[in-house]
């Protein structure tokens, strides 16, 4: 079992957790994801690691209520367990790897969106540890779903918020502060947008237009994460890959986004019903 | 003459009963059927039944103990040799395997051995207990049958094994893949995977090797002498046409998954899953037998989509049996070119071409050749691909030293061996997707490799 050590709402709707994992919290690494099966009878739902500690043998965990099997995971209170949590599972960031003089050339951009803003923390928090430069941009609806703004300061070397109604920040989605950045003279070697899967479309055509090369982070539909169900294909590039094993993050520029929605789209109708009321799956075609 | 008593017949549910439920298929022998069936045994001098047995299951002398109602004692002759015996006796290809190689077979029917051995691990208790733990730590990769037996076997000779499974739940292919209704979760393979755990072997779940932890870091920083990798074929095949990423295309995997390990069939549980009113599934195995009989279950029309005829069927034939029984529609020469989606993104059709036999080919199977202008579309609102499988190479990318073949099949000699010291490998993983006797019997194999090495 997996213990809940800690548990607070970053909005109404996203919860942020510190679950004990041990072996996991040893090997995570930024850019990587777990799955966590709350009981029993629930999902294996694959979250983002917004962090994680070695020595703790703890990693954290930022969920959003969307349907059934989020809202049973927020539903878990400090001192309970999650049946199961497993990872660290896809590969890490490709600057992980990346050699040192590489890395020392790079300038980096993040936009973040939405519950996506979590899992941005872990890889700019390495990338300031290892002294490359990165600005953040962080966009919500409306200034009370911002999360994470505390946390970025102490790591970006310039935090930029963006509000949809402009109640804080700029008001402005933030592939709109990326060009006014860009504009102003600000040059990115690497631009990375995590988010909904929306939001990493616009911001792979907006640094399409810009000439900044763009990393996204595909939060497919899994059932195993190791590559044995298939569910999260996708096609990068034209052919068919296994975001779970293969991702998750993958060339923007390559990635089809508009199958990837549809793809992601497949079980709404049943978190639907799910979320209404329970419903006999048997005979249901006759 | 006991051999002119003819085979005992099994009981079964009604296939218009079953077609509706996850319930087993089949009920097996009461005692009485069970002791007529097992006096048909000739117990021949040199029984050609366990030569053709993966693990060599001593078939007459447990057969002999059934002849004398001596259920407990049937079991114990099993248990010397094979760990999981009602998985065995329930999915095991007997007809080419024990009961194909029987003498009674040549001008009758064979003894019922898989239906007997069904009922003597359905009807006793544990038998095996373990040594105590006293010599090294070894690792066994992968809870599916290559590992229970292996792991089954090193505990019984006094290993320290712990076993690490990727997923929340032991079992493998046992677990995810066969569904409920072929071979029972709760009542017959936890019991056997409770029998294992008795044996003193450890089962640590949600670990996933080359990703949570290496084999190098098990070996180097947790002290285990020896590791055995059993983690099968789990990657799906694709069949590379247009539209394969339509919504409504599942792998089998995803699909019985869904089914079978998440319960997505009850009611209780979260797991969603698709079937709609028309299914087509892709290929012509015991997986896409499982899928199409899982899908009807869901309230489903099931096609079996196969390029050649009835005869080349790869499934079993009682498997093949049971679907047409339930109503499964079975359309052969038939080979899709395409899926075909509406607006929304979701299939909506099957392009096919329809197929006939030409040579042989390596197989020794007629090869199927396209018919030139016999294009035609099956509607249909989900399609299910069960082309086969291949082994994971999360593990062989993430260890050092060993090496896959160009199938993406760990090297492993006969005994077991890998290329690096020390890592041993069998069952689907060495031999690409085979059965669970097959993986069985590798690990047991893989099993005396390692003593052998550990005691070097």
């Not at chain 1, 070697?189 to 399409?208: D, E, N, R, W, Y």
Request: proline letters at 5%; a negative charge.
């Amino acid at each position: 079992m997996y213990q809940i050590l800690t548990k607070e709402m970053l909005t109404p709707n996203i919860c942020r957790m510190k679950v004990s994992a041990q072996r996991l919290a040893a090997a995570a690494q930024p850019g990587q994801f777990l799955i966590v099966r709350a009981d029993e009878k629930g999902e294996r739902i694959p979250l983002t690691i917004s962090d994680y500690d070695a020595k703790e043998g703890t990693v954290t965990i930022v969920t959003q209520k969307i349907g059934a099997s989020s809202s049973d995971i927020i539903a878990h209170e400090p001192g309970e367990a999650f049946s199961d949590v497993v990872g660290p599972l896809g590969n890490a960031s490709d600057f992980c790897s990346m050699p040192a003089e590489e890395l020392a050339g790079q300038r980096y951009v993040f936009i973040a969106g939405g519950v996506g803003t979590a899992p941005v923390y872990p890889q700019v928090k390495w990338l300031h540890e290892h002294n490359v430069p990165v600005d953040v941009i962080v966009g919500a609806r409306n200034k009370d779903l911002l999360i994470y703004v505390e946390e970025f300061r102490s790591v970006a070397d310039n935090l930029y918020i963006c509000t949809d109604d402009g109640s804080e920040g700029f008001h402005g989605v933030g592939t709109a502060m990326l060009e006014k950045l860009v504009a102003e003279g600000r040059k990115y070697t690497q631009a990375v947008a995590i988010g909904p899967m929306i939001m990493m479309k616009f911001s792979t055509l907006t640094c399409k237009k810009l000439g900044i090369p763009i990393i996204v982070s595909l939060n497919s539909l899994m059932v195993d994460g190791t590559g044995m169900c298939g569910a999260c294909r996708v096609t990068v590039g034209g052919k068919t890959r296994f975001a779970c094993v293969e991702g998750p993050e993958f060339d923007g520029y390559e990635v089809d986004f508009d199958e990837a929605m549809r793809r992601q789209g497949q079980y709404k109708s049943e978190e639907a019903e799910a979320n209404e009321h329970h419903v006999c799956k048997i005979g249901r075609g006759k | 003459m006991a051999n002119k008593i003819p085979r005992v017949p099994v009981r079964e549910q009604d296939p218009k009963v079953r077609a509706t439920n996850f319930d087993e298929v089949c009920h097996g022998y009461n005692k009485e059927e069970a002791m007529l069936e097992a006096s048909r045994c000739l117990h021949c001098k040199n029984p050609r039944c366990v030569g053709a047995c993966p693990v060599n299951l001593q078939i007459p002398d447990f057969i002999a103990k059934v002849v004398e109602g001596d259920i407990q004692g049937a079991a114990e002759v099993i248990a010397r040799d094979s760990s999981l015996p009602a998985v065995c006796g329930r999915v095991c290809p007997q007809e080419t395997q024990c009961e194909g190689s029987c003498i009674l077979g040549v001008k009758g029917e064979p003894v019922a051995i898989g239906k007997l051995e069904r009922f003597v691990a359905d009807n006793s208790e544990h038998v095996a207990s373990g040594a105590k733990a006293t010599k090294a730590k070894v690792a066994v990769i992968g809870s599916g049958p290559a590992g229970l037996a292996c792991a089954s076997d090193l505990a019984k000779w006094g290993y320290d094994v712990t076993i690490f499974e990727a997923l929340h739940k032991a079992g493998g292919v046992l677990e995810y893949g066969i569904p409920e209704f072929r071979l029972p979760k709760e009542k017959v393979l936890k019991k056997e995977i409770d029998a294992v755990r008795a044996l003193g072997v450890k089962i640590e779940t949600n670990v996933i090797i080359g990703r949570t932890i290496t084999i190098d870091k098990l070996m180097d920083e947790e002290g285990f002498k020896a590791v055995f990798i059993g983690t099968g074929a789990g990657l799906p095949k694709f069949m590379g046409i247009p539209g394969e990423n339509l919504c409504g295309v599942f792998s089998a995997n995803e699909f019985l998954t869904r089914n079978n390990l998440m319960k997505a069939y009850r009611e209780d549980y979260l797991t969603p899953i698709h079937a709609g009113k028309k299914v087509c599934v892709v290929g012509g195995g015991n997986v896409a037998m499982d899928a199409a009989r899982t899908a009807l279950r869901l309230g489903a029309e099931v096609h079996i989509v196969y390029r050649r005829t009835e005869a080349e069927l790869p499934a079993r034939k009682e498997e093949v049996h049971h679907a047409e029984q339930e109503g499964i529609i079975f359309d052969m020469l038939t080979n899709p070119v395409e899926i075909l989606g509406d607006e929304k993104g979701w299939v909506r059709a099957l392009k096919c071409v329809k197929m006939e036999l030409g040579e042989p080919d390596e197989s020794g199977r007629r090869s199927p050749v396209a018919i030139e202008g016999s294009e035609f579309e099956i509607p249909t609102e989900t399609v299910i691909m069960a082309l086969g499988t291949s082994p994971n190479p999360l593990i062989s990318r993430t260890t050092a030293g060993l090496d896959v073949t160009r199938r993406g099949c760990l090297v492993a000699d006969e005994s077991g061996a890998t290329t690096r010291p020390g890592v041993f490998a069998g069952g689907d993983a060495v031999t690409g997707a085979a059965t669970v006797i097959l993986a069985m019997g590798a690990g047991r194999t893989a099993a005396r490799a390692i003593d052998e090495y550990l005691n070097k």
